[in-house]
């Protein structure tokens, strides 16, 4: 067995599949392009469970679950953590591996009813690893007090659960305009942010379409980050709200 000496994990906040402005289905071309960019792990957020309302409203919106649906269409192993849910329908986290994918715990971190939030826990093990990295896949709140809260539940249960030398990566849609959660959260955790560690700074990932907020984060841990880079300019400014995020990563 050849042994993973890398991997490509990708961040991305899809919509719910839907354009910017949520005037048309996106699914088929956010497929292709994650396609084309062949990342080995995929952490979504505002992934659809079921809509029914979309269903028949949209022929080209698929009937199954979003994650299923990339899944089949990218040869991925997936796990889905649902967040919200209504009357119509559900949407949530979800998890993509080309590896063996081991999902463990959806974490609720909802702190009020008008925003469910989750962060969905999988296990993925590359070849030749002697540990499986733990993956985080998070969607946190549009407001700062509500933000701190996450941070500290986040922080409270990655203490309670997650070996301190077990490889570990934190990603997702932060909602982090202020940019705080490097200092709130990560820093108490001992995680690294694959932007700041390469760039020096965050870098802006939305709106898609002229991006001036640093929403979207990588953090790791007990990993090496090789490289990060958002991925801008034609498709991906057309396919959701968000710019997806990537980074390159290996063991210490």
Known sequence: MTTTTSFVLTSYN???????????????GIAKALDIIGSDVLCLQEVQGRNLKRNMQYNEYPDQSQHEWFGEY????NS??????????????????????????????TVNKLEQRGVLHCEVQPAGWEKPVVILCAHLNLFERDRIKQYEAIAHYVRDEIDEEQPLILAGDFNDWKKMSCDKLAASLGMTEAFKHCHGKLSPTFPAKLPVLSLDRIYVRNLKVKGAWIHSGKPWSTLSDHLPISAELALL
């Open 80 to 109: 889905y953590g649902k967040n919200s849910e209504y009357e119509h329908g559900h949407h949530g986290n979800a998890v993509l591996s080309r590896f063996p994918l081991d999902p463990k715990h959806n974490v609720n971190i």
């Open 14 to 28: 899809i919509h719910k599949g839907m354009s910017p402005m949520n005037r048309q289905v996106k699914l088929q």
């Open 74 to 77: 990218l040869k991925l192993k």
